[in-house]
Each structure stands twice: as C-alpha cells, then as structure tokens.
C-alpha cells in the first residue's frame, strides 16, 4: 500500500538521549517535511526537503537535524532530547515542493522526553 | 501575531447542522490555501484547497476565501457523527508552510 510510513509508533525517552525518528514514503514524492503537534500550537513546521540531497529550515528547527541521502527516507534527529521535545511528530510529503501542493501525512510518532 | 489564526473550538453541534469553521492570516503574499481534516491519533489529510477568492464546493463542504479580509472559512452541511474530527486551516507562502491551531468538532447522533 503507497503511502508514509514512521517508526517508531511511540517512544518514551530520558532526557539527554539521542533519537532518530524513521520516515519512509513509497511514492516518489520529491518533497517531505517534518511536524510536531503541541495542544494549542498545532502543526508546526520543523524541517523540509524539497529534493533528495537538500535541506532547509522551518518554524522549529532548534535542536533537531535532518538529511535526506535518498528520495525515499527522511530521517529526523534528536542529539540530546530535552523534555519541551515532548510531542507528537508528523512527516509529509508532497509531489514537488512550493505552496501550492497536496501534503500526504503519516501516521506519526508520539514522543515522550522525562 | 500569529500569522494564522483559528478559533480551537471545540464545537459541538446536532447531526444535520450547518456548520462554519474559519481562520483568518495576515500576510497578503499567501495565495493558496487548504483544510485538512485529522481524526483522533491520525494524521492530517486534505479535505479542500482554494486558490483564488470565492466559494468551491466539494459535496456537502464548502470552502470559501476572502482575500481583501483575509479571512478563511469551510462550511459543512448536513453534518454527520463521521465528520467528528479536527479541522484544520493551511496556507503557505515561499517555504512556509503554515497550519492554524485546528478546531475540534463533535457531532452528536
């Protein structure tokens, strides 16, 4: 089945560990991007990837890296959670970046940083 | 000021109303807007996307911009316990991609 898959499902984590949440997609879509989900912020834009080998930053880039080796995968990294990393995180993708294009979520990550 | 901003709700309204959600932005550049829908522990998904100013009706929903107020809004009529969801509004500028803070709804059988 096409679409976005993320693992892990959810997470528990102790302060001061490293994370890397998992985002695969099988549509060959050249864009994907990086959410976290707070109650009262909404989605906010973390990172993005308009093609494989690119990067750029979002909203909330603190803290967080990215890279895009392949089109496919786009792998997002805590080096040293702290607990305000507590969220829910969302990769998307579209067919081509720019404003005007459809954003297909997965399923997302629930994490939890003590 | 946040450049997108969403009444959170949440709205709890009988099966078979008319309901309006609505959003409003404050930069201009912004041309393309969107809703997605998200039901509990899912992700979003997209429900409407305008472009220009107007109305576009897609079933029983609505969606209707108005540029020179900047000001959003989606309408759903007749109004289903399946449409229990949150909703939220989208625009996007060059590389900012900009979600409101989404408005829970409840429709009650």
């Known amino acids: 089945i096409a679409g976005i898959t993320q693992a892990p499902t959810s997470q528990i984590l102790a302060a001061g560990r490293r994370m890397t949440l998992r985002c695969t997609q099988d549509m060959r879509h050249n864009a994907m991007y990086w959410y976290r989900q707070d109650l009262g912020l909404g989605l906010r834009l973390i990172h993005y990837?308009?093609?494989?080998?690119?990067?750029g930053k979002g909203e909330v880039p603190d803290g967080y890296s990215v890279s895009r080796a392949n089109t496919d995968d786009f792998p997002l990294t805590l080096a040293s959670a702290v607990p305000s990393q507590t969220s829910v995180y969302f990769c998307?993708?579209?067919?081509?970046?720019?404003?005007?294009?459809?954003?297909?979520f997965g399923p997302g990550t629930r994490l939890t940083v003590l | 000021q946040k450049e997108v901003e969403q009444d959170p709700g949440p709205l709890s309204v009988p099966e078979g109303a008319i309901v309006s959600l609505n959003c409003t932005y404050s930069?201009?550049?912004?041309?393309?807007f969107m809703w997605y829908r998200q039901y509990s522990r899912k992700g979003p998904e997209l429900l409407m996307y305008?472009?220009?100013?107007g109305n576009k009706e897609d079933g029983r929903f609505t969606a209707q911009v108005d540029k020179s107020s900047k000001y959003i809004s989606l309408f759903i009529r007749d109004s289903q316990p399946s449409d229990s969801a949150t909703y939220l509004c989208f625009t996007s500028g060059t590389y900012k991609y900009i979600f409101g803070t989404g408005t829970r709804l409840k429709v009650l059988a």
């Open positions: 930069n201009s550049a912004f041309q393309y």
């Open positions: 998307a993708s579209s067919v081509l970046a720019g404003e005007d294009n459809e954003q297909f």
């Open positions: 990837s308009n093609t494989a080998g690119t990067t």
């Open positions: 305008t472009y220009s100013s």
